[in-house]
């Protein structure tokens, strides 16, 4: 479990990432989904809490379905359904990094409101980063993951692994200069600082925390002048 300091930070770039993505957006919205993130990473995934946090979700799908005109219900439903189910199905070879990197992609997608906001591009984009944050997070847990959940880093070399990461990072850079040009700054951002820390960690990742990245692609984004 990660100090209570790193869960307000992520719940933090959370929202700010969120709202930044559209800005149209309520913000109440934005704040909802950081907060459930520092609460869900805060306290242990029990049964009982899974359960809990399920019931919250679908309670809050309904209301939203009724009266949230800003907030696209079926991706948060799948996100919400996704992250439940993560401690169980985790344990399947191969899907920890694919459940993570999904459920993130859709409560993402959620509060993208607009046609012209929601889009090819910018899915694939979340989806690769979203999968460069869980792959960093499987490198620093792949001496405690056990082997037989098959993450990224447990089978791939991490001299293979690191190039990889490099070019999916150059791919989310290319994306956003063609097609996402509201989203550029942030991308350059998020991958500048991801770009320093793997070369930090070319031969041996000891510390390989991209999480802060995100942050930062929030705040490029809010930057952005349109």
């Known amino acids: 479990m990660r100090f209570k300091s790193t869960?307000?930070?992520?719940?933090?770039?959370?929202?700010?990432?969120?709202?930044?993505l559209n800005k149209t957006t309520d913000l109440w919205y934005a704040i909802l989904l950081g907060f459930a993130v520092f609460v869900y990473y805060s306290f242990p995934r029990t049964a009982v809490?899974?359960?809990?946090?399920?019931?919250?979700?679908?309670?809050?799908?309904?209301t939203l379905a009724w009266t949230a005109n800003h907030v696209h219900v079926f991706p948060l439903l799948f996100a919400i359904i996704l992250t439940i189910t993560y401690p169980w199905f985790r344990e399947i070879?191969?899907?920890?990094?694919?459940?993570?990197a999904s459920s993130w992609t859709m409560f993402m997608l959620s509060v993208m409101s607009t046609s012209e906001a929601l889009n090819l591009a910018s899915?694939?984009?979340?989806?690769?980063?979203?999968?460069?944050?869980?792959t960093a997070s499987d490198v620093n847990d792949s001496e405690i993951d056990s082997i037989r959940l098959k993450t990224l880093p447990q089978v791939m070399p991490w001299r293979v692994l690191r190039w990889v990461l490099f070019s999916i990072i150059?791919?989310?850079?290319?994306?956003?200069?063609?097609?996402l040009p509201n989203w550029l700054l942030g991308a350059i951002l998020f991958s500048a600082f991801s770009t320093y820390v793997l070369f930090r960690n070319w031969n041996m990742p000891f510390s390989f925390d991209l999480d802060p990245g995100l942050l930062l692609f929030a705040l490029g984004n809010l930057l952005y002048l349109r």
């Open 7 to 20: 869960h307000i930070l992520l719940g933090f770039s959370t929202f700010l990432f969120a709202y930044s």
């Open 49 to 62: 809490i899974m359960r809990v946090y399920l019931l919250i979700g679908l309670c809050l799908v309904l």
């Open 93 to 100: 070879p191969w899907a920890k990094t694919p459940i993570i």
């Open 123 to 134: 899915c694939l984009v979340l989806l690769l980063l979203f999968g460069v944050l869980a």
């Open 170 to 179: 150059c791919v989310i850079l290319g994306l956003t200069f063609f097609f």
